[in-house]
C-alpha cells in the first residue's frame, strides 16, 4: 500500500498570505496526486488532480505542483473561505487508492 | 446534474452487519469509466477508501478490510450498495459515496454528503 503522509498536520495563516501544504508519498505515484478540500460538516471537494490542473471551477489561487513522491499544494492569498483541511490523495496504484492525514488551514 | 446520496442506519450494535445505499443520478453505472467508490471518515479523523466498483462490475477494497466488505450495483435502480460485517465502534464514521469517471482522470469529482454511523451497543 503506497502511504501519503502531509505535512504540517495544521498551518496557522493569516488571511491575503500564502499557505503551502505539502503531501509526500511512500513511493512514486508519477503524477496521479489530486486535492480536496473539506469544510466542517460537508463533504471533500476536489480542488486538483493531475497534481496540477485545477478542478472545473477552482480559483486560479490554487495551484498544485511536484511529481513521483513530493507534492505541493499553494494557496497564493488565501480567503476567508479557503479555511479548511486539505487532503491529498493518490491514483497510482488504481484502484489501490489511499489518502493522507490531512492539513488543517487555520486563521492566525 | 451529478448528485449522490447515502442511506443507511445511523446506529448499529457491535457485531451487527452494516448496509449502505448510495442511490446516485446524473450519470450510469453502465457507462464505460464509470465507477462509485465508499470512503469513510472517523470523526476528527482522515479519510480512508474502503471499495469500488466499476461499470463492469469489477469490484475492489481495501487491503486492510477486505474480508469484512461486500460491494454490489443495481444499475436499473441507479444504487451501489456496501455491506460491512462484524461491526465494532472503530467503524463509527462518515461514510461517503463519490463517483469516479476513468476514463476521464481516476479522482472523485462528485460525492454524497455522507452519512454518520455510529457503532454502540
Known amino acids: 500500500e503506497i502511504v501519503m503522509t502531509q505535512s504540517p498536520a495544521t498551518l496557522s495563516v493569516s488571511p491575503g498570505e500564502r499557505a503551502t501544504l505539502s503531501c509526500r508519498a511512500s513511493?512514486?505515484?508519477?503524477?496521479?496526486l489530486a486535492w480536496y478540500q473539506q469544510k466542517p460538516g460537508q463533504a471533500p471537494r476536489l480542488l486538483i488532480y493531475g497534481a496540477s490542473t485545477r478542478a472545473t471551477g477552482i480559483p486560479a489561487r490554487f495551484s498544485g505542483s511536484g511529481s513521483g513522491t513530493e507534492f505541493t499544494l499553494t494557496i497564493s492569498s488565501l480567503q476567508s473561505e479557503d479555511f479548511a483541511v486539505y487532503y491529498c490523495?493518490?491514483?497510482?496504484?488504481?484502484?489501490?487508492?489511499?489518502f493522507g492525514g490531512g492539513t488543517k488551514v487555520e486563521i492566525k | 446534474q451529478v448528485t449522490l446520496r447515502e442511506s443507511g442506519p445511523a446506529l448499529v450494535k457491535p457485531t451487527q452487519t452494516l448496509t449502505l445505499t448510495c442511490t446516485f443520478s446524473g450519470f450510469s453505472l453502465s457507462t464505460s469509466g464509470m465507477c462509485v467508490s465508499w470512503i469513510r471518515q472517523p470523526p476528527g479523523k482522515a479519510l480512508e477508501w474502503l471499495a469500488l466498483i466499476d461499470w463492469d462490475d469489477d469490484k475492489y477494497y481495501s487491503t486492510s478490510l477486505k474480508t469484512r466488505l461486500t460491494i454490489s450495483k443495481d444499475t436499473s435502480k441507479n444504487q451501489v450498495v456496501l455491506t460491512m460485517t462484524n461491526m465494532d465502534p472503530v467503524d463509527t464514521a462518515t461514510y461517503y459515496c463519490?463517483?469516479?469517471?476513468?476514463?476521464?482522470?481516476?479522482?472523485?469529482?462528485?460525492w454524497g454528503q455522507g452519512t454518520l454511523v455510529t457503532v454502540s451497543s
Open positions: 463519490a463517483r469516479i469517471y476513468s476514463s476521464v482522470q481516476l479522482v472523485h469529482d462528485y
Open positions: 513511493q512514486s505515484v508519477s503524477s496521479n
Open positions: 490523495q493518490q491514483y497510482n496504484n488504481w484502484p489501490r487508492l489511499t
